[in-house]
């Protein structure tokens, strides 16, 4: 018994409460600036969090179709890949690689919603989201280019780096901007959402309704917080990093900048969202080779 | 290891309740969907205090939880309502924090 | 212990000298050792899914995976997860590329049980495809025991070496083998087979070997 | 008993069971977060189901409308 690992769990669950609340009144935020400059009056700013409250409630069941227990455990997945990003990025700044295993695992949160459901619009969604795998690719050539430029790819080390010579958003801006269509990909109705493509129904969450579809949204909130907070610390760095409502600052702003491109441009098809994802990333590999060879 | 942004924590808890209020209020009072020009007597009331009490120090810097439930009250009205008193509240509080923080350094 | 490791992977916990075949375990390679074997338990403990079918004009059928056919591709399923899971901590180029080579295999089988025609064709076109990038992985990682004496990561890591043809013939090997983004077609016509849980590892694991490519290639 | 409640009793123990050990004998911060983060979502759902409400359907297990 030991009163510290006591208050390490205290620590760690007050840590993800406080990122899913701001991830999700940014994720309201989101969804009423869009919904401002298509002239529709919008939701309350606290929409997705009452949604996630509302649905906890819900009654569930398992369809006759499911593949038992993936269904179930598919959405815890979704919360456990999530709370580790948050807590080895944001609370113990460790190696970027790992936070990019965990949004890959992330590919396959999605993808093993829709297969686990057995519904043809899960798998639709799912496939897509298979599909799409292409906005990894950019990831990795951004690691490659960062590790050229920082000689780690430890996120205290990233930081420190900047600390000493200035936003890195400044030095690799090619590769931020890859970066940034990344985070574009994951917020909801950007062009490249095409796994949560109204013409599929709800994509790979449509069988997971209820208190299964709470629990994906509560990981998504946290998601959007931690991606936000991964884009401010390796490209701007300390001078937002350093204070956690400087931080938050960064974070409204991105966000506001993300839900007019949301707002402003059509969802792509999913050849169109692949194919431009997959020209991003072939001009990120030539950017990596270039810093390669020239040195 | 980064801390726990314990504070920053309170006060978004507190903005989501305040939100929850206002929406629980806003729905019970009124029964249009959309209205223009409507402002709520309450609404302003927590409004106005909310932005005031934004600048002025509490022990345990608990004014900040405090006026953002406030605050939270208008934000979270159902659409359309609410807007001229979070507005309100919202300029009212950077004014005192910009006048506080000319008087007070 | 050299900088190189620590400052890509994380915390450096240390090796296990199993004969020649050297383990390493860092933080990065623990974690994902873990999710391999912890998705591998559940792909065991999970049945597969009754895909449904919507037929125009008459009521949706089920497609249901026999005992006979789930048998085969749980085995399969569970190979390639122990083999994601050992490429993980693996610190040897050979071994790797062996794992990998293994990992092809498996994907094809997990499909190969399944009787539907689209399925077999596109894990056939998967295979010529993984035949083929055995050329350059195999042969990058000769070229590099040739170049440098040896294939172990730890050793390599220790020295600044010039391997960048040699790492571009790896990574296209790898390319190949996992199937990703140019070779994508073939793949993703697999994932329509039905029975979940064994269609899924075969994404999980190309998705584990791709990030740990990356972290060996800046590595060495 | 149905399927969900099983399985969420299930997932209520593991739960319990994990922060119990989690409380007791991790002394690393960085276990105690990961472990964390591994069993927080299996209480939730086991809490989540202890408040689903009772089923109107006929048959359990299904939903009321499938197919075209």
Same mark, same amino acid.
């Given at each position: 018994?030991?009163?510290?690992?006591?208050?390490?769990?205290?620590?760690?669950?007050?840590?993800?409460?406080?990122?899913?609340?701001?991830?999700?009144?940014?994720?309201?935020?989101?969804?009423?600036?869009?919904?401002?400059?298509?002239?529709?009056?919008?939701?309350?700013?606290?929409?997705?969090?009452?949604?996630?409250?509302?649905?906890?409630?819900?009654?569930?069941?398992?369809?006759?179709?499911?593949?038992?227990?993936?269904?179930?455990?598919?959405?815890?997945?979704?919360?456990?890949?999530?709370?580790?990003?948050?807590?080895?990025?944001?609370?113990?700044?460790?190696?970027?690689?790992?936070?990019?295993?965990?949004?890959?695992?992330?590919?396959?949160?999605?993808?093993?919603?829709?297969?686990?459901?057995?519904?043809?619009?899960?798998?639709?969604?799912?496939?897509?989201?298979?599909?799409?795998?292409?906005?990894?690719?950019?990831?990795?050539?951004?690691?490659?280019?960062?590790?050229?430029?920082?000689?780690?790819?430890?996120?205290?080390?990233?930081?420190?780096?900047?600390?000493?010579?200035?936003?890195?958003?400044?030095?690799?801006?090619?590769?931020?901007?890859?970066?940034?269509?990344?985070?574009?990909?994951?917020?909801?109705?950007?062009?490249?959402?095409?796994?949560?493509?109204?013409?599929?129904?709800?994509?790979?969450?449509?069988?997971?309704?209820?208190?299964?579809?709470?629990?994906?949204?509560?990981?998504?909130?946290?998601?959007?917080?931690?991606?936000?907070?991964?884009?401010?610390?390796?490209?701007?760095?300390?001078?937002?990093?350093?204070?956690?409502?400087?931080?938050?600052?960064?974070?409204?702003?991105?966000?506001?900048?993300?839900?007019?491109?949301?707002?402003?441009?059509?969802?792509?098809?999913?050849?169109?969202?692949?194919?431009?994802?997959?020209?991003?990333?072939?001009?990120?590999?030539?950017?990596?080779?270039?810093?390669?060879?020239?040195? | 290891?980064?801390?726990?942004?314990?504070?920053?924590?309170?006060?978004?808890?507190?903005?989501?309740?305040?939100?929850?209020?206002?929406?629980?209020?806003?729905?019970?009072?009124?029964?249009?969907?959309?209205?223009?020009?409507?402002?709520?007597?309450?609404?302003?009331?927590?409004?106005?205090?909310?932005?005031?009490?934004?600048?002025?120090?509490?022990?345990?810097?608990?004014?900040?939880?405090?006026?953002?439930?406030?605050?939270?009250?208008?934000?979270?009205?159902?659409?359309?309502?609410?807007?001229?008193?979070?507005?309100?509240?919202?300029?009212?509080?950077?004014?005192?924090?910009?006048?506080?923080?000319?008087?007070?350094? | 212990?050299?900088?190189?490791?620590?400052?890509?992977?994380?915390?450096?916990?240390?090796?296990?000298?199993?004969?020649?075949?050297?383990?390493?375990?860092?933080?990065?390679?623990?974690?994902?050792?873990?999710?391999?074997?912890?998705?591998?338990?559940?792909?065991?403990?999970?049945?597969?899914?009754?895909?449904?079918?919507?037929?125009?004009?008459?009521?949706?059928?089920?497609?249901?995976?026999?005992?006979?056919?789930?048998?085969?591709?749980?085995?399969?399923?569970?190979?390639?997860?122990?083999?994601?899971?050992?490429?993980?901590?693996?610190?040897?180029?050979?071994?790797?590329?062996?794992?990998?080579?293994?990992?092809?295999?498996?994907?094809?089988?997990?499909?190969?049980?399944?009787?539907?025609?689209?399925?077999?064709?596109?894990?056939?076109?998967?295979?010529?495809?993984?035949?083929?990038?055995?050329?350059?992985?195999?042969?990058?990682?000769?070229?590099?025991?040739?170049?440098?004496?040896?294939?172990?990561?730890?050793?390599?890591?220790?020295?600044?070496?010039?391997?960048?043809?040699?790492?571009?013939?790896?990574?296209?090997?790898?390319?190949?083998?996992?199937?990703?983004?140019?070779?994508?077609?073939?793949?993703?016509?697999?994932?329509?087979?039905?029975?979940?849980?064994?269609?899924?590892?075969?994404?999980?694991?190309?998705?584990?070997?791709?990030?740990?490519?990356?972290?060996?290639?800046?590595?060495? | 008993?149905?399927?969900?409640?099983?399985?969420?009793?299930?997932?209520?123990?593991?739960?319990?069971?994990?922060? #119990? *050990?989690? +409380?007791?004998?991790?002394?690393? &911060?960085?276990?105690?977060?990961?472990?964390?983060? $591994?069993?927080?979502?299996?209480? #939730? *759902?086991? +809490?989540?189901?202890?408040?689903? &409400?009772?089923?109107?359907?006929?048959?359990?297990? $299904?939903?009321?409308?499938?197919?075209?």
């Amino acid at each position: 018994m030991e009163l510290s690992s006591i208050k390490y769990v205290i620590d760690a669950l007050a840590y993800s409460l406080y990122a899913f609340l701001v991830g999700g009144l940014l994720l309201g935020l989101h969804r009423k600036i869009v919904a401002r400059i298509q002239g529709r009056p919008g939701p309350p700013v606290i929409q997705y969090i009452l949604h996630t409250i509302k649905f906890y409630f819900k009654e569930i069941t398992f369809p006759i179709t499911a593949g038992n227990p993936l269904y179930l455990f598919i959405a815890l997945m979704s919360i456990m890949v999530w709370m580790s990003a948050l807590y080895l990025g944001v609370v113990f700044n460790t190696s970027l690689l790992i936070l990019m295993g965990l949004y890959v695992l992330q590919k396959i949160v999605e993808h093993g919603c829709g297969l686990s459901s057995g519904s043809p619009y899960g798998k639709l969604g799912g496939v897509r989201s298979v599909f799409s795998a292409a906005a990894e690719i950019p990831l990795f050539t951004v690691i490659g280019t960062i590790y050229l430029l920082t000689k780690s790819l430890i996120i205290e080390d990233i930081i420190r780096y900047q600390e000493i010579h200035g936003p890195i958003i400044f030095q690799l801006p090619f590769a931020a901007f890859a970066f940034f269509v990344l985070l574009l990909s994951k917020a909801p109705n950007s062009p490249f959402a095409i796994v949560k493509d109204k013409s599929i129904v709800s994509g790979y969450m449509t069988e997971h309704f209820g208190l299964l579809e709470s629990l994906i949204m509560i990981a998504d909130g946290i998601a959007w917080f931690v991606l936000l907070w991964i884009f401010i610390a390796v490209f701007i760095g300390p001078l937002l990093v350093s204070d956690p409502l400087l931080t938050l600052v960064g974070m409204v702003v991105l966000t506001f900048l993300i839900s007019l491109l949301c707002a402003l441009t059509p969802l792509l098809t999913p050849n169109h969202s692949v194919m431009i994802q997959i020209i991003i990333s072939v001009l990120a590999l030539v950017d990596l080779l270039r810093r390669i060879i020239v040195g | 290891m980064n801390e726990v942004p314990y504070n920053l924590l309170w006060c978004i808890l507190s903005l989501t309740l305040g939100g929850f209020v206002g929406l629980a209020y806003s729905y019970n009072k009124y029964v249009k969907p959309y209205v223009e020009g409507n402002i709520d007597r309450w609404g302003l009331i927590s409004g106005i205090l909310g932005g005031v009490l934004f600048s002025i120090p509490l022990p345990y810097n608990i004014n900040y939880p405090l006026s953002l439930f406030l605050l939270g009250i208008p934000l979270g009205m159902r659409p359309g309502y609410g807007r001229v008193e979070l507005i309100l509240g919202v300029s009212i509080a950077v004014l005192g924090y910009l006048i506080r923080g000319l008087i007070g350094r | 212990m050299s900088l190189n490791i620590t400052s890509i992977a994380g915390k450096f916990y240390g090796y296990i000298p199993f004969g020649d075949i050297v383990l390493y375990v860092t933080e990065f390679s623990a974690i994902s050792f873990i999710v391999a074997i912890f998705f591998t338990l559940v792909v065991y403990f999970t049945k597969p899914e009754k895909q449904l079918e919507s037929q125009i004009g008459g009521f949706d059928t089920l497609n249901y995976v026999s005992l006979e056919e789930l048998k085969i591709r749980r085995l399969m399923a569970i190979l390639c997860g122990i083999c994601t899971a050992f490429a993980m901590l693996t610190g040897d180029l050979f071994n790797y590329a062996l794992f990998l080579a293994l990992i092809g295999i498996t994907n094809i089988g997990i499909v190969a049980a399944v009787k539907k025609e689209w399925v077999l064709n596109a894990a056939y076109y998967y295979g010529l495809i993984a035949m083929i990038s055995t050329l350059p992985l195999f042969g990058g990682a000769a070229l590099i025991l040739a170049k440098t004496g040896t294939l172990s990561i730890l050793e390599l890591a220790k020295k600044p070496y010039d391997l960048l043809f040699q790492k571009i013939l790896y990574a296209a090997g790898v390319v190949g083998e996992t199937g990703v983004a140019p070779f994508y077609a073939a793949k993703a016509e697999m994932f329509r087979a039905p029975g979940a849980p064994y269609i899924l590892m075969i994404h999980l694991s190309s998705l584990l070997i791709v990030i740990r490519t990356a972290e060996i290639l800046l590595t060495i | 008993m149905t399927p969900e409640r099983k399985s969420g009793i299930v997932a209520l123990i593991v739960g319990v069971l994990g922060f #119990l *050990y989690l +409380i007791l004998y991790s002394g690393d &911060p960085l276990v105690a977060y990961l472990g964390t983060a $591994l069993f927080t979502p299996f209480l #939730l *759902y086991g +809490i989540g189901v202890m408040f689903i &409400p009772k089923s109107r359907r006929k048959k359990e297990g $299904l939903l009321p409308f499938r197919g075209w």
